[in-house]
T-cell receptor
Framework: NAGVTQTPKFRVLKTGQSMTLLCAQD?????MYWYRQDPGMGLRLIHY???????AKGEVPDGYNVSRLKKQNFLLGLESAAPSQTSVYFC????????????FGSGTRLTVV | AQSVSQHNHHVILSEAASLELGCNYS??????LFWYVQYPGQHLQLLLK??????LVKGIKGFEAEFIKSKFSFNLRKPSVQWSDTAEYFC?????????FGAGTRLTVKP
């Protein structure tokens, strides 16, 4: 089973450029999440989705947009990248109850220069 | 909003030493508690979880954690660490849709 797949794995952007990170899960999970991981700060929730067609803001949503047009996919967009968005981005998914914990993707390392 | 504190940023141990990593959270309602491990260059993997029942939870690879409700704590333990336990460990607390992570503790085990 693939679990949670993120693409791309690495990306370098120039300030002001835009890009979309794709997350796909094959476990039929209802919930999906986007986190960013920065040294000394753990993981911080950017946006999440509790089902197809729904999204909600997390702790640090500014500068990001998301969409969940299909249950298995959760897209994270940066409209105008800034150096402060240099980070490692992780997608995760879970069942409705969350009892099984989250399944994480392998991450996308993004550098904005 | 709930928050999660991990007391140690970096712990260095020799093989066979015992490990205890602290985790405290600041939410008074019903929570689910987790420990995740992140090996170098990899994604987070679930070590163990607590939802209810026995406050002493056993996870994979010989890890265990104890939930002490009165102290709002969920400390991770292992009696004898191995070099392969070198990784970063994250405590997480979930209430409804809100999962908060601690800043992480980096564990280095010397062979």
């Amino acid at each position: 089973n693939a679990g949670v797949t993120q693409t791309p794995k690495f990306r370098v952007l120039k300030t002001g450029q835009s890009m979309t990170l794709l997350c796909a899960q094959d476990m039929n999970h209802e919930y999906m999440y986007w986190y960013r991981q920065d040294p000394g700060m753990g993981l911080r929730l950017i946006h999440y989705s509790v089902g197809e067609g729904t999204t909600a803001k997390g702790e640090v949503p500014d500068g990001y947009n998301v969409s969940r047009l299909k249950k298995q996919n959760f897209l994270l967009g940066l409209e105008s990248a800034a150096p402060s968005q240099t980070s490692v981005y992780f997608c995760a998914s879970s069942y409705l109850s969350g009892r099984g914990g989250y399944t994480f993707g392998s991450g996308t390392r993004l550098t904005v220069v | 909003a709930q928050s999660v504190s991990q007391h140690n940023h970096h712990v260095i141990l020799s093989e066979a030493a015992s490990l205890e990593l602290g985790c405290n959270y600041s939410y008074g309602g019903t929570v689910n508690l987790f420990w995740y491990v992140q090996y170098p260059g990899q994604h987070l993997q679930l070590l163990l979880k607590y939802f209810s029942g026995d406050p002493l939870v056993k996870g994979i690879k010989g890890f265990e954690a104890e939930f002490i409700k009165s102290k709002f704590s969920f400390n991770l333990r292992k009696p004898s660490v191995q070099w392969s336990d070198t990784a970063e460990y994250f405590c997480a607390v979930r209430n409804n849709n809100d999962m908060r992570f601690g800043a992480g503790t980096r564990l280095t085990v010397k062979p």
